[in-house]
């Protein structure tokens, strides 16, 4: 039973390039979030997505950054023109049926801007 | 927006000591979930807990819910160098279904 698939697992971009990142989430779960972390530091909500809906996304920024979960394949986090503030860990999360479910998580892309 | 904050920061203690980590919420909170992180890996959950007042033990953890639901503390009795990694509370915030997450408490354990 695979956990939550998250790739790449490192992923290293130039400032002005296009990153995505992918997400799988564990077998059955339709909930999907994402959480960026910087080193030493907590995780910070991003965005919550159902199956082809966005449901929250208040803690991603405006401008640059989008994220979606088709109804066929994985979640994508896409980060344009990257800047090197954009640095961190990038972690996925699903739960099988929301609110006051455990959060399962990925191991992770680790994004670094050069 | 819901906010738990929670404390110390960090904690260094000596193998076989004991450890506490505090949460707290200005706001009555429907439950609060425990998560742990190693150096370099990913939260792993811990526990749930949703009712007033509740404890509940995994071998050398306690973790408890406080009666107005708005703080929580995990304990840890005889720390191992295992227990090393990060100490995360959650819940849920707003009626959008996001799960927030305190800054957390990084212990460090000294053989």
């Known amino acids: 039973n695979a956990g939550v698939m998250q790739n790449p697992r490192h992923l290293v971009r130039r400032r002005g390039q296009e990153a995505r990142l992918r997400c799988s989430p564990m077998?059955?779960?339709?909930?999907v979030y994402w959480y960026r972390q910087l080193p030493e530091e907590g995780l910070k909500f991003m965005v919550y997505?159902?199956?082809?809906?966005?449901?929250?996304e208040s803690g991603m920024p405006k401008e640059r950054f989008s994220a979606e979960f088709p109804k066929e394949g994985p979640s994508i986090l896409r980060i344009q023109q990257v800047v090197r503030g954009d640095s961190a860990a990038y972690f996925c999360?699903?739960?099988?049926?929301?609110?006051?479910?455990?959060?399962?998580f990925g191991n992770g892309t680790r994004l670094t801007v050069t | 927006g819901q906010q738990v904050m929670q404390i110390p920061q960090y904690q260094h203690v000596q193998e076989g000591e004991d450890f506490t980590t505090y949460c707290n919420s200005s706001t009555t909170l429907s439950n609060i979930q425990w998560y742990k992180q190693r150096p370099g890996g990913h939260p792993v959950f811990l526990i749930q807990l949703v009712k007033s007042g509740e404890v509940k033990k995994q071998k050398r953890l306690t973790f408890q819910f406080g009666e107005a639901k708005k703080n929580s503390s995990l304990h840890i009795t005889a720390t191992q160098t295992t227990d090393v990694g990060t100490y995360f509370c959650a819940s849920y915030g707003g009626s959008q279904g996001n799960l927030i997450f305190g800054k957390g408490t990084k212990l460090s354990v000294k053989p």
């Open positions: 997505l159902q199956k082809e809906n966005i449901i929250d």
């Open positions: 077998k059955g779960h339709s909930h």
């Open positions: 999360a699903s739960s099988l049926t929301g609110e006051r479910s455990p959060l399962h």
